[in-house]
């Protein structure tokens, strides 16, 4: 275990014995590639992480979640992968049989992907291949609010290609396309990054999805940016499942012109500790936002999700529903902002958080907020956590159900909701299953 009290010499966290929260992003920038197209961007990223500390409980944004053991982990920069199509193969999705981006560790697998079907004008690929095609794409990266946030920096820091889908004017995209980042590594950094840019009138359907290949401890840091200009619609779907003794940290930063459609329905059912940082910037009227959340952990996982609903113009309609099913010693925390300035009257923004504890040891902390200016708004907010109640339990029992199987059907009515807004059906199946296969 290493000793966070030590400081030790800055070079490659793979050969190092001791490090501290002080030196540990300078050692995961001594990492980086030096061959990237983005060098400005990545400078001035690298400014704001340079001698910034890992948060720790102190940090209030951070009180709940204790990122310490990821100190614990020698971290190196992930290499070239030889994977094959058979070891990908259970989680590739017919209905993206022509449109999905492979990547390997954070590095994109031209083999493994396959983009054949898509409309005109429809670009999928990595940020190299685009760049040729659309120079004007870079003015897209690292654009969103919020990317001063410390991981968000380090990832455009370290930024060297990504996963790009333009969709064109009214053009309508009906197939899904499908982004499957793979880890195959331990005690590797990687840091996917994802650009999304929907042009007016246009319709995509997006599955961003994070599995593994590997039990061991690796650090994932992610970020997704998605530009949705006037009247387009993106149906986001974002899927965790790294193994069980990983970081994972992703954020998704959405921006939204007037008259568009957006929503996200996140499932994260891997990770030792995971942390989810959703932010939705309604930047015009009558726009829509729905956002719908599922977290399931055991063991002494700990599963978080912060999110920020900023509705800036008139007219604004947000509905956000996250539920998180919690067993053994494991630690669930929410905590969800919604933003109404006094610009933004006619606002209707309703949150709810639903937390299911299946231990007497398992925790969640929840903390739903409402921050109104407007005086002329809907807003509600609500969180509720429980257990399964008897009666129910002794209900199905009175029907033939034994006590184990009563349980089980219970706490997968409660995730199937949530489940149910997936629109892809092989994947929506595939996660149902994993839930009634659980010991909950």
Sequence with gaps: MIDVSTVSEVGNLGSIAKIDRATYFTQLLNLRSTNSPFQEIRDRASAQVHDRAIPSTRDEEWRFTDLSGLLSIPIKTA???SLGFPQIESFLLPESTNSRLVFIDGIFAADLSAIDDLPD????????TVLELIPSVKDYIAKLPGDEEVF????TASLTDSAIV???RNQDVEIPIHLLFVSTQSEAIIQPRVCVIAETGSRVTLIEDFVSLTEGAYFTNAVTEISIAENAEVRHTRVQRDSDTAFHIGKTAV???RDSRYSCTA???GGKVSRHNLEIYQTGEQTETTLNGLTVIDGDRVGDTHSLLSLSKPYGVGNQVNKT???????AVFNGKVFVPRLAQQTDARQLSRNLLLSPKARIDTKPQLEIIADNVKCAHGATVSQLEDDEVFYLQSRGIDQDSARKLLTYAFAIEVIDQIPVETLRDRLARFIRSQHT
């Design 255 to 257: 921006s939204q012109a």
């Design 267 to 269: 499932v994260h059912l």
């Design 325 to 331: 099913i919690v067993s053994d010693r494991a630690h």
């Design 152 to 155: 968000t920096a380090l990832n």
């Design 166 to 168: 333009f969709v064109p």
């Design 79 to 81: 290499q070239p992968s």
């Design 121 to 128: 004008g429809v670009i999928v690929s990595n940020l190299e």
